[in-house]
C-alpha cells in the first residue's frame, strides 16, 4: 500500500514537472529577431510618474523593438516615489510631474558619479482635460473660479447660477455634482490646483499640492481610477490628462475672454511662453507655467512632466543606454511617436534639440 | 375543554407558520447571498473569455501598446514565486508542527502555538511591508525581485501549514505510535514512517489550501516584487510581476486604448481564479487518494 | 548492535533538532516582525502635521479616522454577511437535499478562495454602477434616516458598497465554518427535539444553534478579522477620505488602514513610509485582539462540549 501510494505521489510530482517544463518556453513576444540592428545590451529600470505611463510603455517598447538586447522597465508607481528612488539609486532615470526641488537637488544622488549632479528635460507635456459626465449635456464652460467652487464644494449642483452664467443656451439639470478628484500624491493634482491658485486666487486659496486639500468631494485613485468614476459616475467631474479622457465630454476653459478646449497646439503654446526657473545648471530645463495666458491659442491648464537622470553615472555602461532611450525619447521621432501613441503635446523643435544637446552629453 | 382545544390548535398554527416562514427566510437569505457570488463568478468569466485565448497565454507585455499581449511573464512570475514560498513554508510549517504535537513541552511550545495564532493575524500587507523593510536594509530602497514576494507570502503561509498539519498529526491514535516503539523503531522513523503516512492526505490538503490562499495575495508583491513587462525566470534578480499584480495594474495604468487593458485584468482574474479552483480541486483528490483506507 | 544504537540515537537527534530549529525559526522571525514594525513606528510618533500631509492632521488625529474607518467598514460588512452566512449554512446544513447540499458545499468552499483583487474588480465595475441607482432612490425615498441622507454619490463607490463587497468575501468563509459546525450538532439531540414534536425550525433553534453558538462567534469573529485587514477589495472600490463619517451615500467616506497603506505607500517618502507603517503596526494589533477574542472562544468550546471526543 506504501508503495502505490509513494508511486502515485511520483506520478503527480513527474506531471506537475511537465507543466512546469511547458511553461519555461519564451513569450512568443520576445524572442529575437535574427538580425540585431543594435549592439546595446542591458538593464535598467525607471520609476515616477504615473501620467508618463503609457507614454514610457510607447517609448520603451519601440526603442526595445530596435534594441533587442535591451530590457527597460517603468514602473508608474508616482513621481515623488521615482524622485526617491532616483536619488537612493533604486532606478536610472525617474519621470517626474514636478521639477527637482532646492532641496532634492542638495542631496547627493546615489546612481550618478560623485560629486555630480543630475539633468532635467521636459518629456511628456499634456494638457489636462476637465471632464465630466452630466445627461444631456456635451459643452460646458467653465472659468477657474467656477471650477474651484465646484471642486471645493461649494456648488453642488449642475443648475448652479454661477454654471448657467457662463453657459448660456444650454440646459443643465437638477442634479448633484460630484467632483472627483486623485485621492493619491498626483502631479495632475498638483498642475491643476496651481492653475486654479494662480487664475482664482480668492475662490482657492490653497497653495499648489500634489495631496488634493480638501475631504469634500469623491477621491478615486490614479489617472484610470478617476476616469473611470467620471465614466461609470452621474453627475460628475473631474480633471485628467487630455488622452486618457476617452469618449468623454470636455469642457471649455476660459483663457482671457475666450473658452479654449484643450488641444495639443494649446498645450505647447503654453510652454513656449514659459520661462526656465533660475539659478540652475544648464542642464536643468526646469519651466515654471504661466497659469494667466491671456493669448486664446494657449491652453495654460497643462501638466509638464519631465525625465530625470544623472549627467555623468557611476556606471558608464548605464549611462549609455540611458544616454540612447533619452535621446530616443526627446528626439522628433520619439515625441512623434508619443503623440501617436497617448496623444501627447510634441516638445516644439527648439525645446525638442536643447534637450536632446543636454542629453547627448551624459556621461 | 373547549378553550383548551382551541388554544392548542392556535398554538400549533402558530408554530407551523413560524417554521414555514424561518424555511422560508432560510432559503431566501441563501437565495440572497447566491446572486452576487453567481454573478462574480458569471462576469469573470464572461469578460475573462475576451482574451482567453493562445497569445494571453504565449506572450508578455513587452513591447506590447494598447491591444494584444498577454500574461505568460505574470503566470510565470505566480507560479515561480509561490513555489519558492511554497519551498520554504512546507518545510519550516511541517516540522514545526511535528514540534509542537511531537516534541514539545513547556513554555517554548505554548509560546510558539500564541506566536502561530499571532501570525495568523498578520494582514497581509504588513508582511509585504516587512519584506521590502528587511531587503531594503541590505539592498537599498530600489530593491524588487521576486524571492521578496516568496518571503513575504511563506509569513502568510507558514501559520496555515502549521496549523492544518497539527490538526491532522493530532487525530493519528497514539495507539500507532505506541506499536512502533513497542517494535523498537525509534521516535524519528515511527514519526516519519507511521505518524506522517498515516496523515499525508490531511497535510497535504492543508498545504494545497495554503498555497490556493497566497497564490491570489496582491498587496504584498506590490510592495516587494514590482513589476515588469517582461519574461523573468530569475528569482533573485529585476522585478518580476504575478498574476494579481498584472490584474491590478492592467486595471490601475489603463493605456490610451483602455478596453484592452481591462479586457486583460478580467483575463487574468479568470486565469488566477482556475488556478485556484484547481488547486482546490487537487487538494480533494490528493486526500482522497493518499488517505490509507478505512480512515475517515 | 550499539553502532546501530547511535546511528539511531543521531538520526533521533538531527530529526529532533531540526523540528526544534522550525520552531525556534518562527520565533526568530515574529521577533523581528514585532522589532522592525515597532522601531519604524516610532519615528511617526514625532512626525509634524506638515509631513503628516494631511490638512494639518497631527499623528494621532490621523490614526483615528483610520481606526474608525477600518471598524466601520468591517463592522457595516458583518451586518450583511451574519444573517447571510447562518442563512447558507443551515440551508447546506439542514434544509437542502443531501446530494444538493454537497455540491453547494463545494462551491461555497471554492468561492472562500477566490482572490481579493478579483473582488475588487467585480466590485468596482459591476457592483457600483449598478448600485448607484438604488443609492439614489434611498437618499430620496429614505433620507430622512440620518445613514442615508445625500447628496448621494454619483458613483456609488462608497462605503457601503464596501461593505457589500467586503460582505461578499467573507459570507464563504463565515458560512463554511458554520455549515460544519452544524454538520457536528449529536444527532441525538436533533431526533430528541423532533421526537418531541419540535417543527424543523424548532428543532434548529433548541438543538442546532445552541450547540453551534461558540463556532457561530468564532467563525464571525475570523471573517471580520478578514475585513479588518482586506487590502486590495476596498482600495480599488473605495473613494477614500480620511474622516470620521457615518453617512453610507455620500462621496466622502472613510478609508480603512489597510487601503490606505496601499494607496499611499507608493508615494510615500522619509517619514511618510514611518506614518503607514505605524499605522499598519495599528490594523495588526487590532486584527491579533478579534483574532485572540476568537482563540478564545473555540478554546473554551472544545473544553466544554465533548462533541470532539
Known amino acids: 500500500m506504501n508503495i502505490t501510494r509513494s ?18 518556453g519564451c513569450a512568443s513576444n520576445e524572442s529575437n529577431p535574427t538580425k540585431s540592428p543594435s549592439n ?81 528635460v521636459p518629456n511628456y507635456i499634456s494638457p489636462i482635460a476637465v471632464i465630466f459626465n452630466v445627461e444631456g449635456v456635451t459643452e460646458l464652460n467653465l472659468d477657474a473660479t467656477v471650477l474651484a467652487d465646484i471642486f471645493s464644494g461649494k456648488i453642488t449642483k449642475w443648475n448652479d447660477a454661477a454654471i448657467a452664467a457662463l453657459n448660456s443656451g444650454v440646459t443643465l439639470p437638477d442634479l448633484a455634482i460630484t467632483a472627483v478628484h486623485r485621492s493619491d500624491d498626483s502631479g495632475t493634482t498638483k498642475n491643476f490646483t496651481d492653475y486654479l491658485n494662480k487664475v482664482a486666487p480668492d475662490a482657492w486659496t490653497n497653495a499648489a499640492a500634489g495631496v488634493f486639500p480638501f475631504t469634500s468631494g469623491e477621491g478615486a485613485n490614479g489617472t484610470s481610477g478617476l476616469v473611470d468614476a467620471v465614466k461609470n459616475g452621474k453627475g460628475t467631474i473631474g ?125 | 375543554m373547549t378553550d383548551l382545544t382551541y388554544s392548542r390548535h392556535r398554538r400549533s398554527v402558530r408554530r407551523t407558520v413560524v417554521d414555514r416562514l424561518m424555511r422560508v427566510l432560510v432559503i431566501l437569505a441563501f437565495v440572497i447571498a447566491l446572486v452576487p457570488l453567481v454573478s462574480l463568478v458569471a462576469m469573470t468569466i464572461a469578460k475573462g473569455l475576451n482574451r482567453f485565448d493562445g497569445e494571453f497565454f504565449s506572450s508578455s507585455m513587452r513591447n506590447i501598446v494598447g491591444a494584444g499581449g498577454g ?40 509560546s510558539i502555538t500564541f506566536l502561530i495564532d499571532v501570525m495568523t493575524g498578520i494582514p497581509s500587507i504588513v508582511a509585504g511591508l516587512f519584506a521590502f523593510a528587511l531587503f531594503a536594509l541590505f539592498f537599498g530602497p530600489g530593491i524588487r525581485f521576486g524571492l521578496g514576494g516568496a518571503i513575504a507570502l511563506s509569513l502568510l503561509m507558514i501559520p496555515v501549514v502549521v496549523r492544518s498539519t497539527e490538526e491532522m498529526l ?9 506499536a512502533s516503539y513497542a517494535l523498537g523503531v525509534p521516535k524519528w522513523l515511527t514519526i516519519v514512517k507511521v505518524v506522517l503516512p498515516t496523515s499525508i492526505g490531511g497535510i497535504i490538503t492543508g498545504v494545497v489550501i495554503a498555497i490556493a490562499r497566497v497564490i491570489g495575495e496582491t498587496a504584498p508583491l506590490l510592495i516587494i516584487a514590482g513589476l515588469s513587462t517582461s519574461l523573468n525566470y530569475d528569482l533573485f534578480h529585476d522585478r518580476m510581476t504575478t498574476l494579481p499584480v498584472f490584474v491590478y495594474t492592467q486595471y490601475t495604468n489603463q493605456g490610451a486604448d483602455a478596453q484592452a487593458y481591462i479586457d486583460r485584468a478580467w483575463t487574468g482574474a479568470l486565469v488566477l481564479m482556475l488556478l485556484v479552483i484547481a488547486l482546490n480541486i487537487i487538494a480533494r483528490v490528493l486526500a482522497k487518494v493518499l488517505s490509507p483506507k478505512g480512515a475517515r | 548492535m550499539s553502532a546501530t544504537n547511535a546511528v539511531v540515537r ?48 497631527s499623528f494621532w488625529e490621523y490614526l483615528l479616522p483610520l481606526t474608525f474607518g477600518t471598524i466601520w467598514a468591517a463592522a457595516l460588512s458583518l451586518i450583511f454577511a451574519v444573517p447571510l452566512s447562518l442563512g447558507i449554512a443551515l440551508f447546506i446544513s439542514h434544509y437542502a ?15 472562500a478562495a477566490v482572490p481579493s483583487v478579483v473582488y475588487g474588480l467585480w466590485g468596482i465595475t ?35 458598497t464596501v461593505a457589500i463587497v467586503l460582505a461578499v468575501m467573507i459570507i464563504p468563509i463565515i458560512s463554511a465554518l458554520c455549515r460544519e459546525v452544524f454538520l457536528q450538532t449529536p444527532r441525538l439531540n436533533e431526533e430528541a427535539a423532533l421526537a418531541l414534536g419540535a417543527t424543523k425550525w424548532e428543532m434548529v433553534r433548541m438543538a442546532v444553534l445552541p450547540f453551534g453558538r461558540a463556532g457561530i462567534v468564532s467563525a464571525v469573529m475570523l471573517g471580520l478579522g478578514r475585513a479588518l485587514g482586506e487590502t486590495m477589495a476596498v482600495a480599488m472600490v473605495l473613494s477614500p477620505s480620511v474622516i470620521i463619517s457615518f453617512f453610507l451615500l455620500r462621496s466622502e467616506n472613510p478609508t480603512t488602514i489597510a487601503a490606505n497603506i496601499a494607496l499611499n505607500f507608493p508615494e510615500a517618502h522619509d517619514i511618510g513610509v514611518n506614518i503607514l507603517i505605524a499605522t499598519g503596526l495599528l490594523l495588526f494589533i487590532i486584527t491579533l485582539v478579534i483574532n485572540g477574542i476568537a482563540r478564545l472562544i473555540i478554546s473554551k468550546r472544545a473544553a466544554f462540549s465533548g462533541a470532539n471526543s
Not at chain 3, 97 to 111: E, I, K, Q, S
Open chain 1, 40 to 120: 546595446l545590451s542591458g538593464t535598467f529600470a525607471g520609476a515616477g510618474s504615473s501620467a508618463q505611463g503609457s507614454a514610457q510603455e510607447a517609448w520603451i517598447a519601440a526603442f526595445q523593438t530596435d534594441n533587442p538586447k535591451v530590457t527597460i522597465s517603468y514602473d508608474p508607481a508616482g513621481s515623488g516615489a521615482g524622485r526617491e528612488q532616483f536619488i537612493a539609486g533604486g532606478v536610472a532615470f525617474a519621470g517626474s510631474d514636478s521639477y527637482l526641488s532646492d532641496e532634492e537637488l542638495a542631496k547627493t544622488f546615489a546612481a550618478c558619479a560623485p560629486g555630480t549632479k543630475p539633468f532635467e
Open chain 3, 97 to 111: 437535499p443531501r446530494r444538493l447540499a454537497g455540491v453547494l458545499g463545494n462551491v461555497v468552499d471554492l468561492l
Open chain 1, 7 to 24: 508511486g502515485r505521489v511520483a506520478t503527480i510530482v513527474a506531471a506537475s514537472a511537465i507543466t512546469a517544463l511547458a511553461l519555461a
Open chain 1, 239 to 363: 480633471y485628467a490628462d487630455l488622452s486618457k479622457a476617452g469618449g468623454l465630454s470636455v469642457a471649455k476653459i476660459k483663457v482671457g475672454d475666450t473658452f479654449v478646449a484643450p488641444t495639443e497646439k494649446g498645450a505647447s503654446t503654453a510652454v513656449a511662453s514659459a520661462t526656465v526657473v533660475e539659478g540652475r545648471d544648464a542642464s536643468d530645463l526646469a519651466f515654471k507655467i504661466d497659469r494667466n495666458l491671456t493669448d486664446p491659442n494657449a491652453y495654460p491648464l497643462i501638466l509638464v512632466s519631465y525625465l530625470i537622470g544623472c549627467q555623468q553615472y557611476a556606471d558608464p555602461s548605464i549611462g549609455e543606454l540611458v544616454k540612447a532611450y533619452a535621446g530616443y525619447i526627446v528626439s522628433e521621432a520619439g515625441q512623434a511617436a508619443g503623440a501617436a501613441a497617448v496623444g501627447l503635446a510634441p516638445l516644439t523643435a527648439e525645446l525638442s534639440k536643447q534637450a536632446s544637446d543636454i542629453i547627448a552629453a551624459i556621461k
Open chain 2, 71 to 110: 500574461g505568460l511573464h505574470a503566470l510565470v512570475g505566480t507560479l515561480e514565486v509561490t513555489l519558492a514560498a511554497a519551498i520554504i513554508s512546507i518545510p519550516i510549517g511541517i516540522m514545526t508542527a511535528i514540534y509542537l504535537v511531537e516534541y514539545g513541552r513547556g513554555r517554548l511550545a505554548k
Open chain 2, 170 to 178: 493530532r487525530i493519528v491514535p497514539n495507539s500507532l505510535r505506541e
Open chain 3, 126 to 160: 459591476v457592483l457600483a454602477p449598478s448600485i448607484q441607482p438604488i443609492y439614489e432612490w434611498m437618499t430620496v425615498n429614505l433620507g430622512w434616516i440620518p445613514f442615508f441622507s445625500g447628496p448621494v454619490s454619483g458613483t456609488g463607490r462608497t462605503i457601503l
Open chain 3, 10 to 57: 543521531r538520526g533521533d537527534r538531527v530529526f529532533s533538532g531540526f523540528a526544534y530549529g522550525s520552531g525556534i525559526a518562527i520565533l526568530v522571525v515574529l521577533a523581528a516582525v514585532a522589532v522592525f514594525l515597532i522601531a519604524q513606528s516610532l519615528p511617526a510618533v514625532t512626525a509634524t502635521p506638515s509631513q503628516v500631509n494631511q490638512g494639518g492632521m
